[in-house]
């Protein structure tokens, strides 16, 4: 019996040693004969017509995934409300995803119909892939360490400024909190000086109306079909556009020129030599707020509960801030972020656990062969982060919280893809720097300030309804640290 590329078994059984059900397709050559026949992957069966699996699923996707891997192997099929997955699991499985041309495995066939009704038309999965691409250049100009370090400050002041809300003690929802801390750091940051300006109370009820694009109902509804949250997204892609063009076309007025993304924006060119216009710029403003605002924000309440879970290692992050930064804390700076490696690890294995982009997803456009299976044209294939953060096969102690397990050299054996929160290939996430930057500028402040402790003893559980999974009931307990 053979071992495919991906090592695992291929006689047709599963790892139970049952046959799977399994079909076979034929393909035929040019003269109309068949030719060859093709394996697909095997389908876990579903009695529910239309539906499939999407309950199971629904109800707890990682077991059901993690399952899924034990019975069938790292290629897996199966549908729900009418579209058929075909899942790669683990490192080896998952390098199709990753290495396939865009053409072959699409990415604008499954997410623009999420994003295109909130960033707008002309960017993002709207316009072809090498022109994103360009986009995603620009951007990543934008985001150096020049304007990190502009960012450290106003990250650690709008923190300091935000939790003296929160008083010397107490018990707070921290994802909430977060979320707000989030949006306006971002803003700030990704927007500039005068977006943030205005950032008040209606602006951020816009921004939460634009962000009521992203669920599962806008995902498999037709987009015509007249729902208020539709119509509220809607609304406040126009509204909010309207507010960027007039920040834009003062920029564009004003002789003295700012050093920040917006001007970068304004100031780059695509290959040909053609300037972005208002709108791809207000699109882009959108998609960078929006692509960092819930992935920030949960790992960043994540992080805290995982702290506040293990006092010991929540000290060793408190001390870690004295011995790199000085006995009496002075303002952060960039480089020594940089050294907060306790902090970093932390980070890096809050994102382990709790990646918040659980699935990449693409559209085959043409047949895809993997481990001895041809997935057809039409599955939406997927990649999930979290399953293979947590692969009995290739990490130790898995559903540990050792950030400890990065002092090593190579904690997934070395295994490709086998840690991918940020994803790979060329849709890799461009925000990774920033992110890191964000995350660790708000805790090194909230660690400063504050002791923190679970509500009696109680970790969130996952809420798995929303397509990010976020920290169910997320209360933390919290008591300011002795001035001394
Ligand atoms: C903890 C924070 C973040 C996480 C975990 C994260 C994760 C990811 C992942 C997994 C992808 C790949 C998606 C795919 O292949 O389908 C991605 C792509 C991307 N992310 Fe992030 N992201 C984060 C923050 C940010 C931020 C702050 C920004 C902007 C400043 C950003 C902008 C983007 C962009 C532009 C892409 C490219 C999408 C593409 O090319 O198809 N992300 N991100």
Redesign the pocket.
């Known amino acids: 019996m053979g071992k495919d590329r991906t090592g695992k078994k291929q006689d047709g059984k599963d790892r139970t040693g049952k046959n799977r059900t399994e079909k076979t397709g034929l393909e035929k050559d040019r003269t109309g004969k068949n030719r060859t026949e093709k394996k697909y992957p095997p389908y876990i069966p579903s009695s529910v017509p239309f539906l499939g699996q999407a309950i199971a699923f629904g109800k707890s996707p990682i077991e059901f995934l993690e399952n899924a891997y034990e019975k069938y192997g790292p290629v897996v099929s199966f549908t729900m409300v009418g579209k058929t997955f075909t899942y790669l699991l683990g490192g080896d499985a998952a390098a199709l995803?990753f290495n396939s041309k865009n053409e072959e495995l699409n990415?604008e066939d499954v997410?623009s119909r999420l994003t295109t009704p909130v960033f707008g038309k002309g960017v993002?999965?709207d316009v072809p892939?090498p022109v994103?691409?360009e986009q995603?250049k620009m951007?990543k100009t934008g985001?150096n360490i020049a304007h990190f370090k502009q960012h450290m400050e106003i990250i650690e002041e709008e923190t300091r400024e935000y939790f003296k809300r929160w008083g010397d003690r107490g018990e707070k929802n921290l994802f909430e909190a977060l979320s707000e801390l989030i949006i306006l750091t971002?803003s700030r940051c990704?927007h500039g000086r005068e977006i943030r300006s205005i950032l008040d109370e209606k602006v951020a009820q816009l921004y939460a109306d634009l962000d009521g694009g992203f669920t599962h109902a806008a995902w498999l509804l037709p987009g015509w079909l007249p729902l208020p949250s539709f119509r509220r997204r809607d609304r406040a892609h126009r509204e909010i556009k309207k507010i960027f063009y007039k920040v834009i076309e003062k920029r564009r007025q004003t002789e003295e020129k700012e050093d920040d993304i917006l001007q970068t924006l304004i100031d780059a060119t695509y290959k040909d030599g053609r300037p972005l216009n208002d709108d791809e710029i207000a699109g882009m403003l959108i998609?960078?707020?929006l692509?960092?605002q819930h992935?920030?924000s949960?790992?960043s309440a994540w992080l805290g509960f995982f702290l506040a879970r293990d006092r010991s290692l929540q000290d060793r992050c408190y001390k870690e801030q004295k011995q790199v930064c000085g006995e009496n804390l002075p303002p952060l700076n960039y480089d020594k972020l940089k050294d907060l490696n306790l902090l970093d690890r932390c980070l890096k294995e809050t994102?382990r656990l709790r990646?918040?982009?659980m699935t990449?997803?693409?559209m085959a456009r043409s047949p895809q062969k993997v481990g001895g299976y041809t997935i057809p044209v039409g599955h939406q294939v997927c990649v999930s982060?979290t399953v293979n953060h947590r692969l009995q096969d290739t990490w130790t102690q898995r559903l540990e919280f050792n950030p400890d397990r990065y002092l090593g050299e190579s904690p997934a054996g070395g295994e490709k893809f086998s840690y991918?929160?940020?994803?790979?290939?060329?849709?890799?996430?461009?925000?990774?720097n920033?992110?890191y930057v964000?995350?660790k500028t708000i805790w090194s402040t909230m660690l400063r300030l504050y002791e923190y402790d679970l509500v009696d003893g109680y970790f969130p559980t996952i809420n798995y309804t929303t397509m990010i999974h976020t920290p169910n009931n997320p209360v933390i307990r919290y008591r300011r640290r002795d001035q001394h």
């Open positions: 995803l990415a997410y993002a999965y892939n994103f691409l995603k951007l985001l971002a990704l998609g960078l707020l692509a960092g992935t920030s949960t790992t994102l990646p918040p982009i990449m997803m693409r982060p991918i929160p940020f994803g790979a290939g060329r849709h890799r996430c461009i925000g990774e920033f992110a964000q995350i």
